[in-house]
């Protein structure tokens, strides 16, 4: 969503990532507080002094931010689901899970877990501080440790608000998911408290902002927009999820796709079928029996004067389970996968056989179509 993530390094089992727009947030706070806050509190020091300590107090974030992520995966995966890893980015970190939790129970252990492994950590930190102090050493480096404290009860805080998707809307679409038995109406109401917390913040933001703080009122903007779109996103994967619940794929393919057969020279592939239609990938098929993927990618890896001579055959490779889904398998599953490969389409196969073609396009007629009933 946030384009390009490195992979840092794995701790518990899981794949700890830095998507390109946390060296932004990085620096942001290692500048202010290097230039802002360590000299407001801690005045006369020499500037290495302040950016050194900036430097330890922006690895002290990383590392809270981390914990409290680290935290939220090892309760999820206790419950038996999947956690993809963990993902830094520019408005802090998040656990990615790619199921959602079947009972309010695990939800609400899930989500609780992060602002109680940040109130630990606070604890922590704080008491560093007060040791340090009591040791006698300078204030300005107990300072740092006191900082950290604080920003974790900050962390827990503001994570504990009552807006999805953050932790406390979490929390409380569990409850409402316990006491109503309604998931859907829980999440509903849970997305308009965090859509509302969203806006709230933007408010905010214009204020600091008109008041001539533009680096924070901006900040405080950019995260109510953040809040707002994910909130209302949630409530929408919720109602998708539930819509395609105990459905096929079967349900949703069209069984005449367009095929190539083998014996297609590449310039015919290029000229009736590239040309043609609207794809990139198309099933290359003899007698039913799905043989290869060929694309347009391997057309070009053909040089052009022997185009009449090569067959598709020749050429085509492996569909690969981003591009082929089972005719059995699970609708919601298949446009998870769908979403991944990013053309938009999933050769269906049973067996060795190509039976048809699921389109995300079909999905989401299908989708909307039920939407504007529910609505009725
Ligand atoms: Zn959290």
């Known amino acids: 969503m946030f384009g390009e993530s490195y992979s840092l390094f794995r701790i518990l089992g899981f794949e700890i990532r830095a998507n390109v727009t946390w060296l ?3 620096l942001l706070i290692t500048w202010s507080l290097a230039a802002g806050f360590f000299p407001f509190v801690y005045p006369d020091l020499a500037p290495t002094t302040y ?3 900036a430097l330890v107090g922006m690895l002290g974030l990383f590392f809270s931010l981390l914990f409290h992520e680290l935290s939220h995966s090892v309760v999820a995966r206790a419950y038996g689901l999947p956690v993809g890893g963990i993902t830094l980015f520019l408005f802090g970190g998040v656990a990615e899970m790619t199921a959602e939790p079947k009972e309010p129970k695990v939800e609400f252990w899930m989500a609780i877990a992060g602002p109680i492994a940040s109130v630990v950590l606070g604890v922590a930190f ?10 006698g050493v300078p204030d300005h480096i107990a300072g740092v440790a006191r900082y950290l404290g604080f920003i974790n009860f900050l962390l827990a805080a503001f994570n504990m608000v009552p807006g999805f998707p953050l932790d406390g809307g979490r929390v409380l679409r569990a409850a409402l998911w316990h006491w109503k038995g309604d998931v859907v109406w829980a999440t509903l109401w849970a997305s308009r408290m965090g859509q509302g917390f969203g806006l709230l913040l933007v408010a905010l933001g214009v204020v600091s902002f008109l008041g001539g703080n533009f680096i924070g009122g901006m900040w405080w903007i950019l995260i109510g927009l953040f809040v707002r779109a994910a909130a209302a996103a949630g409530y929408k994967q919720l109602l998708t999820q539930q819509a395609l619940k105990g459905k096929t794929v079967r349900r949703f393919m ?3 796709p367009v095929t190539v057969p083998p ?3 590449v310039e ?10 609207d794809y990139d990938v198309f099933p290359v098929v003899r007698d039913g029996r799905l043989l290869g993927c060929a694309s347009l990618r391997q057309a070009k890896a053909v040089p052009r004067e022997e185009w009449r001579q090569t067959r598709v055959s020749d050429v085509c490779q492996d569909c690969g389970d981003v591009n082929t889904v089972d005719v059995d398998e699970d609708a919601g599953e298949a446009l998870n996968r769908m979403q991944q490969n990013e053309n938009g389409r999933l050769m269906v196969t049973e067996g060795p056989r190509l039976v048809g073609m699921l389109v995300l396009k079909d999905f989401l007629r299908y989708l909307q179509i039920r939407g504007e009933l529910e609505k009725a």
Request: charged share 20%; glycine share 6%.
């Open 24 to 26: 932004f947030l990085a």
């Open 51 to 53: 950016w050194s300590m």
């Open 126 to 135: 704080y008491g560093v501080a007060v040791t340090m102090e009591g040791l």
């Open 254 to 256: 069209t069984t005449d």
């Open 263 to 265: 014996e297609t020279t």
């Open 268 to 277: 015919q592939f290029v000229e009736e079928y590239l040309y043609r239609h």
